[in-house]
C-alpha cells in the first residue's frame, strides 16, 4: 500500500469533499479528539465559495460562486466572523438598489412591489396542499404584467432552476429574510480564513464500502479504512455516480437524490473600459419585464463595492442552454444591456470577459440543488445517516434549517453531521 493508506489506517472519519461542509465537519470532529482524513478532489478548498482574481475582471477578487452571507440575524458564519474582527458588513437591500427598465417609469416601481405582493399571496395561499410547481402556484396572477419576472427572479435567479421545476414547499421553507452580509475581499476568501484546516488535495474518491465495524474508502491514492465517511460532494456529483457506494444505497436515499438535481446559476462578468457609468451607482440591480413566463431572464448587478464591474447572473435552463459557451454567453449579456441602455452601452465593456463554469466542473455539476414538485422532504431524507450510522451525507443540499443553497447551510449540515461521531 502506498504512503496515503499506511499512514491513514484505522482512522476515525473519513470527510469527503473541502467544501465547506466539510471543513466545518471536520474542525468540529478534529477539536472533539477524532482522527480525521479530509480529503479533495480538486486543488483548492472552499468548493463553491471561491475567491479569485482573474485578469479578464482586472486581477479584482472575483466570487465564482457565494458571494453573500444570508440571513445575517441566523447565520453562523456571520457570528464566527465578527468574532474574528473580519470586515463583513451589511449589503444595500435589494429593494433599495432595485432599477426597472424596459421602458418602466418611476411609477413602475410602486406597480411593481404591488405586484409582488399580490403574486406572493398567491403562491403561498397554496402551501398545505398537495406540493405544486412554484409556477403552478402563481396561475392565479398569470395575467399580471410582472408576474413573469417576478416568478423568473424567485426561481431562476434565487433557486438555480425555473418555477415549472421548482418545489412550492421548498422554495418557501428556504425564502431567506433579514440582511444580506458581504465579505471584504470576497466571500470565498473568507471562508479560507475562517474555516482552514488540512487537508489532502488532489485525491479523488471513488468508491464507500460497509466493513464489520467501519467503512473502506477507495481513492486514487489508495485505500483508507476509518470507522465511518461524511461524504459532501454535490448532489449532482452523487447523481453521476462518481462515487462507487457498496452496498449500494438505500432506495430512499437515492429517490431523493433524483429529488434534488443541481440547479445552475452562471455569473457572467463584464468590465467597463472607460468612466462611464450609464447613470448608475454602485451595486444597482437591474430588472426588465418580461412578456413571456419562462423566458431567459438576465439581472445584472453594476458595479458593486465600487468596482468597474458590471456582474450578470442567468439561472436555470436558460443558464444549462449556454454552458459549455461562454463567449455565447457574454455576448448574450452584451447584447442585454444594450437593449436595457441603448447605444452608449455597446461600447463601453472591454474585450475580455468572465463566465462561471459550474455546470463544465464535473466535481461540482452544477450551482446548488433544488427540490423538485413534491420532494420537499428530500433533503431531510439526505441527511439522514445509513449503514448504522457509518455513511452521513452532508452539505447545502442537506440544509433542512431553511438555508439550503447557501454556505450557511453548508455549514450548519457539516456540523451536525460531525455530532453524530462526538
Known amino acids: 500500500m ?3 493508506a499506511s499512514a491513514s489506517l484505522d482512522t476515525d472519519i473519513v470527510v469527503v469533499g473541502a467544501g465547506v461542509a466539510g471543513l466545518a465537519a471536520t474542525r468540529m470532529l478534529r477539536a472533539g479528539g477524532k482522527r480525521v482524513e479530509l480529503l479533495e478532489a480538486g486543488p483548492r478548498i472552499g468548493g463553491r465559495a471561491f475567491t479569485d482574481t482573474p485578469a479578464a475582471v482586472g486581477y479584482q477578487p472575483f466570487d465564482h460562486g457565494a458571494q453573500w452571507l444570508h440571513a445575517a440575524h441566523r447565520n453562523a458564519l456571520v457570528t464566527l466572523a465578527q468574532a474574528r474582527n473580519e470586515a463583513v458588513h451589511p449589503d444595500t437591500p435589494w429593494d433599495e438598489r432595485l432599477c426597472l427598465q424596459d421602458g418602466a417609469h418611476p411609477g413602475d416601481r410602486t406597480a411593481y412591489e404591488a405586484a409582488e405582493a399580490r403574486w406572493t399571496a398567491a403562491v403561498t395561499s397554496r402551501l398545505g396542499q398537495a406540493d405544486s410547481s412554484l409556477s403552478e402556484a402563481g396561475k392565479a396572477v398569470a395575467g399580471d404584467p410582472w408576474t413573469a419576472t417576478i416568478e423568473s ?17 421548498d422554495w418557501h421553507a428556504n425564502a431567506l429574510d433579514g440582511e444580506n452580509y458581504v465579505a471584504a475581499g470576497g466571500l470565498g476568501a473568507l471562508v479560507r480564513r475562517l474555516l482552514a484546516t488540512p487537508a489532502r488535495l488532489g485525491v479523488r474518491v471513488t468508491g464507500i464500502g460497509a466493513e464489520p465495524g467501519g467503512v473502506r474508502v477507495e481513492t486514487s491514492a489508495g485505500a483508507l479504512r476509518a470507522s465511518a465517511a461524511i461524504v459532501t460532494v454535490s448532489t449532482g456529483v452523487l447523481r453521476a455516480e462518481a462515487i462507487g457506494f457498496s452496498p449500494a444505497l438505500p432506495g430512499d436515499i437515492l429517490a431523493a437524490l433524483d429529488g434534488l438535481p443541481m440547479g445552475l446559476l452562471t455569473k457572467i462578468a463584464l468590465r467597463a473600459a472607460s468612466p462611464q457609468r450609464l447613470g448608475l451607482q454602485a451595486g444597482t440591480n437591474v430588472i426588465r419585464r418580461l412578456e413571456q413566463r419562462g423566458a431567459a431572464f438576465l439581472s445584472p448587478i453594476f458595479w458593486q463595492g465600487g468596482t468597474d464591474l458590471a456582474v450578470s447572473f442567468l439561472g436555470g435552463r436558460a443558464a444549462w442552454a449556454l454552458a459549455h459557451r461562454p463567449d455565447e454567453a457574454a455576448a448574450f449579456m452584451r447584447e442585454a444591456v444594450a437593449e436595457m441602455f441603448g447605444a452608449r452601452a455597446k461600447q463601453l465593456w472591454a474585450p475580455a470577459h468572465l463566465v462561471t463554469a459550474w ?10 440543488a433544488y427540490a423538485r414538485p ?9 441527511a439522514k445517516p445509513v449503514w448504522d450510522g457509518r455513511l452521513v451525507f452532508a452539505g447545502e443540499a442537506c440544509a433542512i434549517d431553511g438555508l439550503a443553497g447557501t454556505v450557511a447551510g453548508a455549514y450548519e449540515s457539516g456540523r451536525k453531521a460531525s455530532r453524530s461521531f462526538l
Do not use: K, Q, T
Not at 427572479?153 to 414547499?169: K, N, P, T, V
Not at 455546470?359 to 446548488?368: I, K, S, T, V
Open 2 to 4: 502506498n504512503g496515503l
Open 153 to 169: 427572479f424567485e426561481g431562476a435567479i434565487i433557486a438555480a432552476a425555473d418555477a415549472d421545476d421548482l418545489s412550492l414547499a
Open 359 to 368: 455546470a463544465e466542473d464535473p466535481l461540482f455539476r452544477g450551482a446548488y
Open 374 to 382: 413534491g420532494c420537499a422532504g428530500a433533503r431531510a431524507v439526505l
